[in-house]
């Protein structure tokens, strides 16, 4: 038990060190779209939002 209490003591130091969050808001209809495409992209959906997110940068560069 107190090695799942140190993991999960590292994973909210390391993320309030190196992560931001981004909140998205979408509609029920477009989150629902948003799952469907990346569950066929065999993908989750955060996973999904970030590639098309890298995709569209490097394209635009």
């Known amino acids: 038990m107190v ?6 003591k590292y994973n909210i130091e390391y993320a309030k060190k ?3 969050r981004i909140p998205l808001d979408v509609t029920k209809e477009k989150y629902q779209e948003i799952k469907n495409a ?17 995709d569209r940068m490097n394209n635009e560069q």
Do not use: M, Q, R
């Not at 090695?3 to 999960?8: P, Q």
């Not at 990346?38 to 890298?54: H, L, M």
């Open 3 to 8: 090695d799942k209490e140190k993991k999960a």
């Open 18 to 20: 190196n992560l931001k």
């Open 38 to 54: 990346s569950e066929k992209a065999g993908e989750s959906v955060n996973g999904y939002i970030k590639k098309a997110i890298d």
